[in-house]
């Protein structure tokens, strides 16, 4: 995606964009149908021991916490680092209850201040496509697992699909424009979500680009529903030896 898109917004500007909506968000994802089973899914995909003392999970651009109530839900005894550089959606996570495993930290993913690894898995949901530099993010987070530890990347990714775009664009003309601008005032971000999952890597792509950044035994898999080849799970693993 160029750095202003079209309809879109400049990456820089994405988390002050979500800082103005935060207080929408989770009323505007619970309308999703399956949107916090998807998140589910992809961490039951981390593949994470239920082992005690639980494994370390960062969860990357957390949010308001549906990703990381997904981690907790599928792995109660892990102990979840989670960050976003939207100071207004992590006072949202922050506001809801969560076991003293849990803590919340404010970083942008370029800078990481305050996350210190090795983590047992990674989820990054909804992230790398506001990113100037994935690879190279992908990289760093790498460098935080253990050897051997996995990320889970959950995206959209429509561009190898043309059924994907045709039911992406259907969507977000009929529903997810229409209820963003009805449900805040302001449809800015939604035409952004619309445009940068147009403009984001291929699902093969994005497969390159983890095993670019390092991973192994990089795989996908998709969602089901009217999401069903739109958004994917994409699995990597850090290398046992340093590459």
Known sequence: MNAMARDGLPRGTVPSAF??????????????????????????????????????????????????????????????????ASGEMLERARSKTWPGSVEFVHTPVEELAGIHGPFDGILAAYLLRNLTEPTTQLRRLRELLRPGGRIAVHEYSVRDSRRARLVWNAVCAGV????????????????????????????????????????????????????????????????????
């Open 176 to 243: 997810i424009i229409p209820l963003g601008k009805l449900t805040t005032g302001d449809a800015t971000l939604y035409r952004h979500l619309r445009r940068s999952v147009l403009e984001f890597d291929g699902i093969a792509a994005l497969t390159r680009r983890l095993t670019e950044a390092g991973f192994t035994d990089v795989h996908t898999a998709t969602v089901g529903g009217w999401q069903r080849g739109i958004v994917h799970t994409v699995v990597g693993t850090a290398p046992l030896e340093t590459p």
């Open 19 to 84: 800082d103005t909506e935060a207080r929408f968000y989770d009323r505007l994802v619970g309308a999703n149908p399956g949107y916090h089973e998807h998140l589910r899914l992809s961490a039951r995909r981390l593949g994470l021991p239920a082992k005690a003392p639980g494994p370390r999970v960062l969860d990357v651009g957390c949010g308001t916490g549906a990703s990381t109530a997904a981690l907790l839900s599928v792995v109660p005894n892990a102990r979840i680092t989670a960050f976003d």
